[in-house]
């Protein structure tokens, strides 16, 4: 029975299936709204569903002379990470006090997953272009990752040193939640930046920048190997949202979350619709001298408890 | 709806550019179909970067013996089922390259192509037509 139900979490709702569902609409929202900005009709609700299904029944080839085990560990590393992050942030929101222990620094390797599954599809795939983008996406891993981890170190100061998910939306519930401080809009703003570069959006599309290196790491998937990758990236546009909101906005777990949630999303919309594209050296600087500073005054701020 | 296989690649055909040495106009109202004017995205169409990702192939310019490898190359790289959509008079026939030292003849002679759009260049219109009529025939 038990395993009936974990079985059951990870594969249909929270994991996989129903976080896959939701981030395909958000990625219809996302294109839509891109439309609209551009005074554009955009496309039909069910566009995202049908690229899935294409790609799906899509003949998918691997390219010669690349490794078959790592072509396909790529994909489903993010895939992987998704469903299990689906899965602890609905847990951790709903039964926080509850006697599944997850902690952030779990988070933060789950969050490591598809960075690290695009750097090895892309390794892997034996073209020179995807090579480009898959060191792209290892710098751009590593410029983000400082400010998100100083910020993960303030958050967990104004949780009174818990590293627990749990205890962190606890301690919201019970002092307000966080964001409500200066240094709380400080890490709100530095996380928002990073994950837009998470999302790979525009200004940080670096590693797939279109006009520059085609598609970047994923150039050479196809078919299944492609739909793995877009779906992750939509998951990715539900969850790292809703990561935002429980770990700074007081957890999701009552219907206050349903704004919350679309004022996010359409905040890193308008940001990628209103942005070029940097270059990668200009994101490095930006993210450890612009965004680390900042976020070091957040931490500093926090220890003081403003 | 019968065949989601079919339905999936109606509704969202992916195109990639085969410029095959055309004379950059038909290249150009391409990219014209792609402006806010005409928004082919309404009907699914985006373009790609890379011929993997790609459901449909719109080539354009006449054939030569420096382009035809290249050209076949990227048919075989698409991953099938694929449409060959030939833009501009040049796919047609040879149109007035027709006894150039270099032409090797027509598309047709190398490529399945499923639908042509004659003009030179033909207009976003047309070619959104020319699409559409592809689509149906599937
Ligand atoms: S059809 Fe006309 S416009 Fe198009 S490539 Fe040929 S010559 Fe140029």
Known sequence: MNIVRILFSYIIFPGFIFSAVVGLFLTWIDRKVTARIHWRVGPPWFQP??????LLLKETIIPEGSSKTLF???????LVGMSILAVMLFSMNF?????????????????????IGIIIGGS?????LASVGASREMTQYFAYELPFLIVLATIILKAGGSIKFGDIVLAQQVQ???LYS???????????LCVQAKLSFVPFDIPEAEQEIMAGPYIEYSGVALAIYKVTRAMMLFLLPLFLISILWGGFADWWAIPKFLLIIVLIVLMKNTNPRLRIDQALKFFWVGLGILSIIGLVLAFYGL | MANPRLWGLKKSPWVFHVAAAS??????????????RWDIERFGIVLVGSPRHADALLVTGVLNR?????????YEQTPKPCLVIGIGTCTCHTHMFESSYNVVGPYDKYLPIDVYIPGCPPKPESMIMGVVKALKRL
């Open chain 1, 49 to 54: 569903y049908a690229d899935f299904l294409k």
């Open chain 1, 72 to 78: 396909f560990l790529g994909p489903l590393l993010g």
């Open chain 1, 95 to 115: 039964y926080p006090a509850g006697s599944f222990v997850g902690d952030i620094i779990v988070i933060i390797y789950l969050l490591a997953l598809p960075p």
């Open chain 1, 124 to 128: 892997a795939s034996k073209n020179p």
């Open chain 1, 176 to 178: 307000g939640p966080f």
């Open chain 1, 182 to 192: 200066i240094s709380g809009v400080i890490a709100a703003v530095v996380i928002l």
């Open chain 2, 23 to 36: 004379c950059n106009n038909c290249d150009i109202e391409i990219l014209d179909l792609l402006t806010p």
């Open chain 2, 66 to 74: 420096k382009n035809l490898p290249r050209v076949l190359r990227v």
